[in-house]
């Protein structure tokens, strides 16, 4: 909403300068996100009487002028406007004048003729092509009065102004209008309003017998009223109407249509002007359209109606769509001569519902959408009634003919002292808060320290106490709330809970690894919900998805994971190292909240960068990946095992699942070679880990031990075992069966080769033995080797020679 200082000056007197004024009204919730000051870079800007005209000698598109400027002779300017004539008041910028954008005005000689000065466009002014007149849009401005010449012509056209661009959220749409901006002024300052001149001298003949009016459908229509304003003379504007219209962002078109925009603005009450004459009948019926009933609107589009639509017709069709547009063949043209004003309360819901359905978006829409305040409907069409008789010579007949329940203009609150100041920390007194109610434009009854508090209904966003109170605030100022810190009895530090640290921990090692942090949609297309899932459950589907692509909750944030990815290689971004920590959903049947688990989940591709003066690239594989788990394994104290496993989606021959306990909790391995080929991706490896199983298993203290004084031993044995025997199962036997002294077996080498029977691989392990309580000997460590020996080839391992 564009706020004219100048405008607002007629209804409320304020000494702050704009600056001040911007402030004030930001700091108590209104947003001003700009002001606009039009003189701020123009000078010896003055009006200007076109005495004579003659066309230059030396070329026909220019004109040498005799303009009178307020000298004692006129001075000579050479024109090139096309619309420049005698007798005209122009606005003229003397030599040594200066226009927006730094232009200087000089003494100047246009094919040997001397001109003394400039008559200027709007545009060159400062206004927006987009605001001014039609008939100016190529051409000089011309007054439609007659000021006097020399005069300051930004006052003359009332551009010694500044205007300031209200941020409305949307429950302030009582500030969509001057007359509300000023309630506002008026509450922060306490100054009075000047309300708009409504005075209208009504001809004897009454607008009833002229015109009648019926509403059908009074949920749709609560209220319908109309005027009816004889013998108008169509023309332009004053100039004062269309410069206001102007820096409201409105054009000009001619007097009437000017009026009803004028009203929108200064009282926020939309109003409709028809040419009576071509209404089509005697009657106005305000009803819900029928199904498929068409109006051709003032766009000149034909449009097909809803019977949710709201329509203004003559009795048998539309002419105009409610709170919307008006219909073509009633609209204001520069012979209408008879007009009937239009002033409503229509349903707001209808009216968004049908001006978004259509694309018809407007200021009037925009005012009907968040609703209209009962008491200015009236207001509105008699001032309306009194322009049309003021500027157009209109005669005004008595009456207002209309249909329908006005909706109440207020609505009583009950309150207190106590209830202000306990909510908000003020020790403001009773009559403290009286005042700021009274300054609102709140009327008041008061017993003792109780309020009655009647609201009028151009604040519908007050309904309740706290928005009361809030107002209350709001105006004494939110920057004089009290300052005070919380009263504990007794206070504790702040800390992170063990999830937390343990979380910062994984996100640590990860980063240090290389992988970056990414952040997905949580929701995702049906068919891949299921994808790399560890658990069967039911999915969490979506009433009313925005698209197919995001209809259910995920169960795995792998699909997204890869989706990223694929995003970065085709984007000749080859080496990717992601990681995600976010939720997956499981759903608990109609009606029913989901259950939310916590998983990590990462994935990598491409080349594995290691420190350049170090190390050489080395392609991602699966022992990298199992590496990276192990990790948080490690720095989370949990204990890991991995078991081959085979998933769908997922490399048959490089897969295993996470288990801790026995259970499992996670997955790594290398995409499927047909989802690589599917997403353009050479071989890519994940790991998921439901990270909420893993926070939960107890990690005990750490017991400190002394470091053995007795030395270990070491001894390497290779197995020949079967194919499909895992190398966990032999280590989880040598465990088993190393009493007391084993400390420690891994496997150092897999060989499988030309050398090897078919079926048959290799596997080299190193067995550590340590007694912490004395020295080994070679007896007791040939007793525990044979024995887990023994129980190696009970399995079907043999010793390779």
């Known amino acids: 909403m564009l706020v004219s200082k100048e405008w607002l000056n007629e209804y409320i007197k304020i000494d702050a300068d704009i600056d001040a004024l911007a402030e004030k009204i930001t700091r108590s919730g209104i947003e001003v996100d700009s002001i606009k000051k039009y003189g701020e870079d123009i000078k010896k800007l003055v009006v200007g009487h076109v005495v004579s005209k003659e066309k230059h000698p030396e070329a026909d598109k220019l004109n040498i002028c005799k303009v009178d400027v307020g000298e004692e002779e006129p001075v000579q300017i050479v024109c090139g406007a096309p619309n420049v004539d005698v007798d005209q008041y122009v606005i003229v910028v003397r030599v040594g004048g200066r226009l927006p954008g730094g232009v200087k005005i000089k003494r100047a000689k246009l094919r ?7 008559i200027c466009s709007l545009q060159e002014i400062g206004l927006d092509a987009n605001v001014m007149p039609k008939k100016y849009a190529d051409g000089i401005y011309v007054f439609s009065n007659e000021p006097t010449p020399g005069s300051d012509a930004l006052e003359a056209l009332l551009l010694n102004d500044e205007v300031m661009d209200f941020d409305l959220t949307p429950n302030r749409a009582d500030c969509l209008s001057m007359l509300g901006a000023a309630h506002e002024v008026s509450a922060l300052y306490g100054n009075e309003i000047k309300y708009p001149n409504t005075d209208l001298t009504e001809a004897p003949e009454k607008a009833t017998q002229e015109i009648s009016v019926a509403v059908q459908n009074e949920e749709a229509i609560p209220y319908y009223a109309a005027r009816v304003v004889k013998n108008v003379t169509i023309a332009p504007s004053p100039t004062w109407l269309q410069s206001r219209l102007m820096k409201a962002g409105i054009r000009p078109i001619n007097n009437v249509v000017d009026i009803s925009n004028y009203i929108l603005l200064e009282h926020g009450q939309p109003l409709h002007m028809f040419d009576q004459d071509h209404i089509g009948s005697e009657q106005i019926v305000a009803r819900y359209a029928q199904e498929n009933e068409k109006i051709t609107t003032l766009d000149g589009v034909e449009r097909e109606l809803l019977a949710s639509d709201v329509v203004i017709t003559n009795g048998s069709e539309p002419i105009a769509i409610a709170g919307v547009m008006g219909g073509d063949f009633s609209e204001v043209t520069d012979k209408t001569q008879n007009v009937v004003i239009e002033s409503a309360i229509f349903n707001a819901t209808n009216v968004r519902q049908t001006s978004r359905r259509l694309g018809l978006r407007s200021e009037a829409s925009s005012r009907f959408e968040k609703g209209i305040a009962s008491e200015r409907v009236i207001d509105a069409l008699n001032r309306a ?72 209904s151009r604040r519908n966003d007050i309904s309740i106490k706290a928005d009361l109170i809030e107002e209350v605030a709001r105006i004494y100022g939110y920057d004089q709330l009290p300052s005070t810190l919380p009263n504990f009895e007794s206070t504790t ?100 909240l989901p259950t939310e688990v916590e998983f990590l989940s990462g994935i990598l591709t491409g080349q594995y960068t290691g420190n350049k003066w170090q190390q050489k690239d080395e392609p991602v594989d699966f022992f990298l990946v199992k590496g990276i788990v192990e990790r948080i394994a490690e720095q989370l104290n949990v204990s890991f095992t991995f078991e081959a496993a085979k998933l769908d989606l997922l490399h048959p021959g490089r897969t295993a699942y996470v288990k801790l306990n026995d259970e499992v909790v996670g997955l790594i391995g290398e995409l499927h070679p ?64 190393g009493a007391d002294i084993l400390n420690h077996a891994e496997v150092f080498d897999v060989y499988e080769g030309e050398h090897m029977e078919e079926g048959k691989k290799s596997v080299a392990i190193r067995i550590d033995y340590l007694d912490v309580t004395e020295t080994l000997t070679e007896e007791k460590v040939s007793s525990v080797h044979n024995q887990i020996l023994e129980a190696l080839e009970q399995q079907g391992a043999t010793l390779r020679a």
């Open 385 to 456: 009634a009194f322009l049309l008789q003021d500027i157009a010579g209109g005669t005004v007949l008595s009456e207002v003919v209309s249909d329908g329940t006005l909706p109440e203009t207020s609505k009583t609150i009950e309150i207190s002292t106590h209830d202000v100041n306990q909510l908000i920390g003020f020790e403001l007194s009773t009559e403290e808060i009286n005042v700021i109610f009274n300054r609102l434009g709140f009327a008041t009854n008061v017993s003792e320290d109780s309020f009655e508090v009647n609201v009028p």
């Open 112 to 118: 040997g003729e001397v001109s003394e000065g400039m």
């Open 493 to 592: 530090a702040g800390y992170l809970t063990d999830n937390q640290l343990k979380t910062r921990k994984v996100k640590e090692i990860l980063e240090g690894a290389g992988l970056d942090q990414a952040i997905t949609y949580s929701l995702v297309h049906k068919d891949v919900a299921k994808d790399y899932a560890l658990e069967e459950q039911e999915v969490v589907e979506l009433m009313m998805p925005m698209s197919e692509d995001q209809a259910v909750l995920r169960q795995s944030l792998l699909p997204r994971l890869i989706d990223a990815t694929r995003y970065n290689v085709a984007r000749k971004n080859k080496n990717v190292a992601l990681y995600e920590l976010g939720r997956v959903f499981y759903s608990n049947g109609e009606n029913q």
């Open 674 to 737: 047909k989802v690589e080929k599917e997403n353009d991706l050479d071989r890519t490896y994940v790991f998921e880990l439901n990270f909420t199983k893993v926070l939960e298993q107890p990690v005990g203290k750490i017991e400190y031990e002394a470091i053995p004084r007795f030395p270990g031993v070491s001894r390497d044995i290779a197995l020949v075992v079967n194919t499909e025997v895992t190398t966990s199962t032999l280590i989880s036997t040598i465990n088993e069966n």
